[in-house]
């Protein structure tokens, strides 16, 4: 027997973000498994390292050190917040592990050592944006966020982006509310007020976690519904909607790479799967999900293109790996440790799910750093030799940052 | 009434009552007497059921009470003046009187409180906690006797009080004992109002019973080796 | 109680602060020439509209024994608290001496200024042994910087030993004073006046609790006091304060019944009918 | 304002509309029937199977003009998302989940007879986007103004405010002649008002604008706003602008009226979360780090009291408030036999073990229920507000928790301050010792009173169950601020705990149009420490000589 | 680490005079300042001069676990002193704990230069990406080592003295006091949170490249960061026992047991508690600063109320009022957490929260207190 093939898991599974996270945790034991009864990986067994850093960054720290340097695990997939990855980041590139990150995320990052399997801006809030102003009609806007790094950057992303064009400062009103917010009484007041000036109005929202709920009830016990002033969501999922009394968002939106209701057969196999595996046919499959599921494939393919699991190995081979997507469409891995994805806006139905209203033509490939801020635009990621970079500046032809020593 | 055998206590590691045996008969009023210290708080607490004793029996009326809870001594007739008075601070005097109704037989506050106390009826709405030391004292004592106790025990009841008020109090023990029948065990340093109220008198020394026996037994000699220093 | 009140309540505030206080001389010069080193004029107290003191006026010597006596709830105590600042009077003025404002004083500094008090219900440093709680009360410097480099010297131990005797504790002095008796925690509570050595001593009640031959023991001790520090005792006891007493103050209601001496006052018919009984 | 108050609820709007729809349709015919219309109804529902949005609205439009009975449900189906077409041969039907979840079973749309079951993907979902929906919402309104009911017809009339084209207005123009409901009137009033600011006339737009004589809709509000800057005619833009000062100013009140909801509405959350606590830590002085988690299983608790009750959503809230306070009530009297009761007289351990148990709790959930949120539902009653004008109106859920609040609040008030129960705890609590001898039995009312703490705080679940997430952090998110609560309020307290409660709700809602919603709280909490600095025990702090200490 | 050791007999006489009289009669102490002694000894040679195939190699991954568990360690000995000695619940001490811990950060941050992500000379990355101009005011100066390391104890030192007078003025105490520490600390989180303050907000302060000149990721700077705590728990530890063993330690507890008497025995309480709380602040700044370089990042989820909670937990487990058992009780419960969290993932809360339950119920004086029983009981 040779020895197994070690994967950490690297979710919290108590405290704050164990609500998300969990689900991704049971997501990679059942790709892990199937793999394993595909007959493994170079002929060797995988094994989940399962650890909890419940919802406590330092603790992610700590953690990732412990899957790298005492489990000796090969790769790591892991995090959901920017704020465990960015915690995680020095000690993955330290140790020169490898890790997978699944979520939607603000950009600006490229780390020789993660890959970013979830949406950045420009395959989620731009194209929600698109959508909303081209389709629907939409002049006023109302940026509605947590106030965290990734709320802050989507905000000012879509800001530039809206401005360039055309719309008024006075039509765009952005506003932040704490982690955990539940009272939304005066803000949904204040939103149908923005909103009854007589021009379309539309709520793009980056409230995050479970300031969600109490947000919809409020819309909804104020009267506030899609067609009036219609929500589009960056962190709103089929789980979260899972929790939620559905029936009086039915209409408003999202925008995803990946919902549970597109009918390839791919998906329906996958949540076939997942409910096999979870043993519960009411469970829901979701975006970050698809972004394990689409790491995961990566990896194992870069591992058996190289034929090792050793990180450089691994590093080099994966760029350029595709992998088809559970609706359709391939997936790459980018120079720039980004993917591509197609992008979907979907509509909120009465059971739960997404009907799709929208998607990009093709896939769009994930961009490290924002053309619309002006601190990054000028920036590029490349891990390909001979340029090497994470931040490589075009204008100064510099490789600025952590490579510089 | 009370019978007390072989008690030994002790706080943490120090031993304090030291097989502790003494009675207090049925109808008398008893005075248990001894210097600072040597114990006889301790005693009426253990009496109570508000301290543990390693061995020993309590009995009253023949039943023995060691072992059984505080409430279930209170519950069979055992009333407690405490030394330090325990006022419900927070309670008005009224709601003091108040708690241990229902207790045993009574459901009302017995008009023989406010006759004894009438301080207490005229501060009736006042919190407990507001009253003067003595008038607390008063309260404590009014607040055993709502209980209709067979058994009284008093620590100390005349500390703080007013002489003429002392005064009453020891013909409210007399009083009690005599028509009552109710069975008292006081604790009093001062001699002139322990042979005032007591039929007998009790004399502790280091935690045990020295002598005892019937007031007029109480001479000069027994004071001397027994209650000074 | 009523919101208008609470608001009320919310906008005033009764207390000073020691902060902007202006820094007097406390120490040194306490001004006794006219006599009297505490003077209690005019003193109201109430509480939710009940008067426990009603133009209360009382005045100290300096050096003299005084003896309060009164029935329960007369206002003795609250008498002491309003000395010691512990409660602020309605209206009236307290002062130490002829010259310091008692009223615009802390507690802690009523206290270093030299008033002493020992309260009804004995109150020390449970979990201290008996020999510390004699150590903390002791005279001196109180600031932090000074406890913190404190060290015991020979004079301090040996005035603690002799408190310790003087009060019967010498046997207790290691252990903690939350396990002594009632009585004794009568005696550390004057033990610890005694380091105090305060100008003006406030005795509530100091003999409750105690045995004859005590009584006797602190009625030659407050003797001994008498001269080099005023004492104010108050007791219920009569014969305590019989043996001690040459002035005696009675008070009834919250202000003063009668005063003089005890043979005067013992025979004064209205302080027989609402103190002493037949 | 002399208004009646409608009450309206979208939930109820819609039930009433279905149940008439016969009449509707009779009427609809009547209105609306354009002369000639050949094509056979099942072929017009056909013709909403088309890719391109425009032809669809286009169908829904003719749709609605046929007339026939099946349309409007055709309409509300389609709305509701149940209308789908096969995937082979395109039929419209309405499809209803059945099976184990995969399979539909299919209704004909134009027809209504059976067309048995399908694979979940041998049919597709009509699609419908929000311009549709509002298309079809509109098609509908037009109808609705013939409806017996007047909620019925102020919801109709309120859709078409700001829509109306030329062709309606005299259908609606000619319906305010009839109409006696103020309310609808008012919202007729305003539709067919800035319909007519379209006229070319100066005289007529100054008119128009009579009419909308303090009306608070929004579109109203909006079109004067531009009227008053751009119109060419000076006399309708002076006339606009004095239009809008009276409107502005009832605008101002009742925002002012709003706002002051709000704050009693999230004080009273505050007020119900800490209540519990104002029980078990203000009473009876146990450090309950728990707390939370009691809120919590009281939510749960009317999690699966749904569950089992699944066709009863409307009286589920009735049968989970007594669920929820023997539930919790019953975890506290464990709790309090198991732990605390060996802890009294050391309370602030009680802080270490009721840590242990809130971890465990927390635990428990996410090991029998997993860490995901469980849905809530809210019964139709709860749901949609009171609509006193249209700038004005109360949420339900708010109302009818600031309603529970207060009961709960008072019933509480009862059971201490005048049961002999109520008597006993406030014994125990004072003086554990001295109760127990005088013959209170120490061991039952500590049990019943930690209980009562612990059940109220499930009550206080179900009612977050409504406003909130229902996991395994609902009470972490709520501990912090009941502690407050009881604090400020004045430990001990029940009144502080009410007056404590409601008064940081106000004020966070005044403040947080100010600073927005991050920056009030913290200045909130500032304010709060500030506070304490005056009354350093709170608003109504334990007196007299034994509290001072 | 140190738990396990306590049951053997320490040496009884250090070769260091004063100390060892200083410590006479205190045998949890002394055994504490042995182990600590040992470990940083033994830790270093075990990690540097032991090659890693080796039994009894020490990885740096526990090295620096260690440092962390020791930093933990000095924040409890700081609410020790206050709680168990003058009885002040705080529960916003993980504030104190956090503000020292930005202060290094912040220093930390002005080191990386131009190796941020933008490349910026001057500005940290998140402030280059939210489009600052200039540094904000209160950055200036944490370029410096010896100002960020005042400001260690400073900023921490004035806060508490501050609040400790705001309150202690008032006679806020109790539980009142316990909750406005409560409220402090999730005021200060809130405040954090925000992009505004300049400080990093959600994500806080992270990928620090080096300290003092040294690459914060080499083994030799980790082993110096361990050293640094260890000193700094055992420095602590003296510190804390010289405070309590002195009179002002006795003022101390009798404010705790009697405040009142000991007003009108004539101490001012009022500046007895605030020193004290803001040399527990400072302490605890201590404790945050070398937390921060250990584990690579600092944000708002420091000044969570239920990290402050947590400290006074480990008071409470390891021994209230003893110092050395918080000590203890501080690593124990952080290693019960790490080995919990690896070994039980999906469960491991039962197993820390009834850990927690035991140990209040069983041992009422914390494991401290069964370490005591056990000595005493050959004797009686
Ligand atoms: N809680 C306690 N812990 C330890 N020892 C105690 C405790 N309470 C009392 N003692 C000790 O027990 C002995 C007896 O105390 P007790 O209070 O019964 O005396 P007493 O006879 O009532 O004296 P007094 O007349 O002063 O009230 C004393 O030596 C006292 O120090
Ligand atoms: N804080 C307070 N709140 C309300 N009432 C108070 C307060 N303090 C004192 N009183 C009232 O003031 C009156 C005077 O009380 P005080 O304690 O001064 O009497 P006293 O003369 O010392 O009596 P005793 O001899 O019984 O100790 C009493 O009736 C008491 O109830
Ligand atoms: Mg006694
Ligand atoms: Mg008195």
Redesign the pocket.
Known sequence: EKDPIKVGVLHSLSGTMAISETTLKDTMLMLIEEQNEQGGLLGRKLKPVVVDPASDWPLFAEKARELLAKKKVDVIFGSWTSVSRKSVLPVVEELNGLMFYPVQYEGEESSENIFYTGAAPNQQSVPAVDYLMNEVGVERWVLEGTDYVFPRTTNKILKQYLVDHGVAEADIRINYTPFGHSDWQSEVSRIKEFGSQGKKTAVVSTINGDANVPFYKELANQDVSAEDIPVIAMSVGEQELSGIDTEPLVGHMAAWNYFMSVPTKRNIQFIRQWHDHIGDKGRVTNDPMEAHYLGFNMWVKAVQQAGTTDVDAVKDAIIGVSVPNLTGGIATMMPNHHITKPVLIGEIQPDGQFSVVWETPGTVAGDAWSDYLPGSKDLIADWRNPLSCGNYNVETGECSGQNVE | MLEVSGINQFYGESHTLWDLAMEAPQGACTCLMGRNGVGKTTLLKAVMGLLPVRSGSIRVNGADLAGKPAEARARAGVGYVPQGREIFPQLTVEENLRVPLGVRRGTTIPDLVFDLFPVLKE?RR??GG????????QLAIGRALVLEPELLLLDEPTE???PNVVREIGEVIRYLNAEMGLTVLVVEQKLHFARQVGDRFCIMDRGRVVTDGPMDRLDQELVQSYLTV | MSLLETAKAFSERDRVFDAVLPKADFHGDLDTRHGPVLYVEDVT?S??G?R??DALNLYIDDGELRCII??????????M?VVTGK?RPDTGSVYFGSRIDLLKRSETEIAQGGVGRKF?KPTVFPRHTTEENLQLARAGDKGVWASLFHRPEEAERARVADVLTLTGLAGEAGRPAGALSHGQKQWLEIGMLLMQNPRLLLL??PVAGMTGQEMERTAELFQSLEGSHAVVV?E?DMEFVRSIAREVTV?HQ?SVLAEGDMATVQNDPKVVEVYLGE | MSKEIPITSPHGRRAGAESLAGLLILLLGLLLAPPAHAAPFSDQVQALHTSSSADKAAAVKALGATGHPRAQKVLQAMLDGRLFHQVDGGTVVFAEKGGDGYQYRLTDAATGSDLGTAERWGVRRVKINNRLRSEVRQTLAALRLQNPEPEARLTAAEDLIGELDPDNTALVERRLTEESDPAVRAALEAAVGLARLDREDPQARAGAIALLDGSLYAPVRSRLETLAEEDPAPEVRKEAAAMLDGIHTRLAFFDGAETLFFGLSLGSVLMLAAMGLAITFGVMGVINMAHGELIMIGAYTTYVVQQLMPGHIGWSLAVAIPAAFLVSGAFGVAMERSVIRFLYGRPLETLLATFGISLILQQLVRSVFTALNRPVETPAWMSGSLQINPAFSLTFNRLYILIFALAVFFALLLVLKRTSLGLKIRAVTQNRQMARALGVRSNWVDALTFGLGSGIAGVAGVALSQLTNVGPNLGQAYIVDSFLVVVLGGVGNLWGTLVGGLSLGVINKLLEPMAGAVLAKVLLLGLIILFIQRRPRGLFPQ???AA?G | MANGSLTTTAPTVLPLGPLSRFLAGDTGGTILLAVLAVAGVLVPILNLAVPEGSALHISTYTVTLLGKYLTYALLALSVDLIWGFCGILSLGHGAFFALGGYAMGMYLMRQIGTRGEYGHPVLPDFMVFLDWERLPWFWYGFDQFWFAALMVVAVPGTLAFVFGWLAFRSRVTGVYFSIMTQALTYALMLAFFRNEMGLGGNNGLTDFKDLLGFPLQADGTRIGLFLASVLAVGLGYLVCRFIVTSRLGRVVTAIRDAEARVRFTGYRVEHYKVWLFAVSAMLAGIAGALYVPQVGIINPSELSPVKSIEAVVWVALGGRGTLFGAVGGAVLVSYAKTLFTGWAPDIWPFFLGGLFVVVTLFLPAGIVGLLNRFKKEPQS
Not at chain 3, 70 to 79: E, H, I, R
């Open positions: 501060m006042r919190r507001d009253l003067s030391g003595g008038q607390q004292q703080g009080i007013q | 107290v509480f939710d009940f426990a003191l009164g029935p329960n709830g007369a206002g003795k105590t609250t008498m608290d409660t009804q509530d009640e108050v219920h008070l919250g | 007196r007299g000589r001072e």
